[in-house]
């Protein structure tokens, strides 16, 4: 788990721009540090375009069009912003996402993306994407780009809004969900999530 989280914080990017960085949704609390690491992307060129659930409000996500609306105030053209179909469900969730996404990814035909979540929520939002896409469309290749920080003591709600702590307090509920999930089976081992990134990079070399 310990090189698995180097890895995953410490990412080797692509030669060249990814078809999209997809935002994990974030409750206001934490919103900032998904699009404001998305602006940075699109702005250098690493990336073509920012993709969001295409969601009303739920589950403390403020939805597509409040982080649309606040990206484009950014100076980021409506263009360079697409929403990911979500099928009805009364609650969104990281598997929820990541399965849409990947669904999603196959129909554009995409080859590569980057994963953005909230620091803290970063770990266990990668290794869903990551498990979505090998049992969805496993050719393509996932890249981890963490948010940006935001003040580790600030308290903050998360997780539907429900879990409400400082974000260095969050972490340790964000490892019980990676064993939790794990153990059900709805979320790859670290040994299986480390495969997938060794094979990625000798495919890209």
């Known amino acids: 788990m310990i090189e698995l989280l180097i890895r995953i914080y410490a990412d080797v990017q692509p030669e060249t721009s990814t078809d999209g960085v997809f935002l994990f949704g974030q409750t206001e609390d934490n919103e900032a540090s998904v699009l404001h690491k998305s602006i940075e992307l699109l702005k250098h060129s690493y990336t073509k375009q920012i993709l969001i659930i295409d969601t009303q409000p739920i589950s403390g996500h403020p939805g597509f069009d409040a982080w649309k609306q606040k990206l484009v105030r ?27 996404l990947m669904h999603f990814a196959r129909q554009q035909r995409y080859t590569s993306l980057h994963i953005t979540a909230a620091p803290f929520h970063q770990l266990r939002a990668f290794m869903t994407a ?20 935001l003040p580790w003591l600030e308290k903050v709600h998360h997780s539907q809004g429900k879990t409400y702590g400082t974000r260095s307090e969050l972490i340790a509920g964000e490892l019980q969900r990676i064993e939790k999930y794990g153990d059900k089976g709805d979320l790859l081992s670290a040994e299986q999530v480390l495969a997938y990134l060794n094979k990625r990079d000798s495919k890209s070399e």
């Open 74 to 100: 950014e100076n980021i053209h409506e263009y360079a912003i697409k929403g990911v179909p979500l099928p009805e469900t009364p609650i969104i969730h990281t598997l929820v996402e990541a399965e849409a």
């Open 130 to 149: 990551i498990t979505a896409a090998l049992r969805i469309y496993p050719q393509i290749r996932l890249y981890s780009q963490p948010g940006s920080a």
